[in-house]
Each structure stands twice: as C-alpha cells, then as structure tokens.
C-alpha cells in the first residue's frame, strides 16, 4: 500500500519569496508521482508528474519538483510566488499497476502582498 | 488538454432525494473512470473505479448501494446518490482515464452537493 504525507497543513508567505510545499511518500512498489493544484470550487489541475528519468520535473506557473528515493521526497518549489499562486496543493502517487491515485492531505499555500 | 465536465457543478436537495451527477469526457475517451469524494479543507478519497460496461469497483467503507455508478460509454460516467443524507453533502469529483494513457489523470471541475 501506499501514502502520502505533506506535513504542512499551511504555508503562508510574501509575494515574490521562493516556497518549498513538502511531500513524503512511502510504497513498496514503483509508483508515479504528481502534484496537482485546486483553486476554491474547482477541480484539480496537473502542476506536473514525475514518471522516471531526470529527478528534476518542471510544470507549469513555474513550479518544479525533485524527486528523491533515497528520502522518498517529491517536494514542490517555486523561486518566486505570485498572489494567483494562493491555492490548496496536492501530493499524490500513483500505483504504477492499478493507476489508483493516492493523495496527500493538501497544504494551503497563502500568498500576502 | 483534456477536457472534462461534470453537471450540476452545484445541487442542494432534501433528506431522502437521489441526485445524478454527470461526467463528460468531452474530448478523448475514457475507459476508466475514477469517483473522487472531498470532505471540506480535506484530501480526495477514491469513492470507486469503473470500467466502461462493467460493474463499479468500490473502495472499503464506501456503500455501492448508496453511490450508484454507471459508465454505460467511453464519454460518459454518471453518479448516483440514492436517498442522500446530510452526511452526504460534499465535494464529488470525476477523473476519466484517457483510454490508452495511464500515466495521467483528469480531473473534472467538480460538483457540490449540499444536502438539507
């Protein structure tokens, strides 16, 4: 079984700082990895996935992610937010034989002016 | 992109009333599809997964008699929630599974059902 950990419940920061939002994983099997970001009443849109190959994924709004297996990290950054930024974010892993998506609890970034 | 669409994307409804929702694929087709719950300030929860013209697969705890699914074509996915209770109202999301690519899922905008 899998599970997905992102340990800050909130993140909260200042226009234009760089933000890591962390995401812990555990599987006993190969897995997928995403992120995925929900803007209020909204679905989830795709910020980016890791699949194999380079470690270092980047996504879209100028988001990327490392993926490292010796820590089963997946931790998101971005160098500088913007306010459209602010939003709920998810962690998820994907069971490479039953593409069943497993998702983190989410981390609410805020980003203040 | 993919696109997908769920209706209503809002419904309020009385104790004991059943409520449809639809989830389109509206360009690609999808042969699985996923049923996604989301409590308030909480994470996703699969409900259940469906293959076009088989029977739903349902997570533990979820009741395949209270959350009827039927994925009946390649572009369409419907939930049923039959006799809906207050502790039903929540936040039900659809992800078709672009037949063929299994690496990605969509997911469809949503919709809240809030029942009195």
């Known amino acids: 079984a899998q599970s997905v950990t992102q340990l800050d419940s909130q993140v909260p920061v200042f226009e234009e700082a760089p933000v890591e939002l962390r995401c812990n994983y555990s599987?006993?099997?190969?897995?997928?990895l995403f992120w995925y970001v929900q803007y209020p009443n909204q679905g989830l849109q795709l910020l980016l996935k890791y699949l194999s190959g380079s470690t270092l994924v980047k996504g879209i709004n100028g988001f990327e992610a490392e993926f490292n297996k010796s820590q089963t990290s997946f931790h998101l950054r971005k160098p500088s937010v913007h306010i459209s930024d602010t939003a709920e974010y998810f962690c998820a892993v994907s069971d490479r034989s039953t593409d069943k998506l497993i998702f983190g609890t989410g981390t609410r970034l805020q980003v203040f002016p | 992109g993919a696109v997908v669409s769920q209706h209503p994307s809002r419904v309020i409804c009385k104790s004991g009333t059943s409520v449809k929702i639809e989830c389109r694929s509206l360009d690609f087709q999808a042969t699985t599809m996923f049923w996604y719950r989301q409590f308030p300030k909480k994470s996703l929860m699969l409900m259940a997964t469906?293959?076009?013209?088989?029977?739903?697969?349902?997570e533990q705890g979820v009741e395949k008699d209270k959350f009827l699914i039927n994925h009946a074509s390649l572009t369409l996915s419907t939930l049923t929630v039959t006799s809906a209770h207050p502790e039903d109202s929540s936040f039900y999301i659809c992800s078709p599974q672009r037949t063929g690519i299994t690496d990605t899922q969509y997911f469809g905008p949503g919709t809240r059902l809030t029942v009195l």
């Open positions: 599987s006993s099997v190969s897995v997928y």
């Open positions: 469906s293959n076009e013209g088989s029977k739903a697969t349902y």
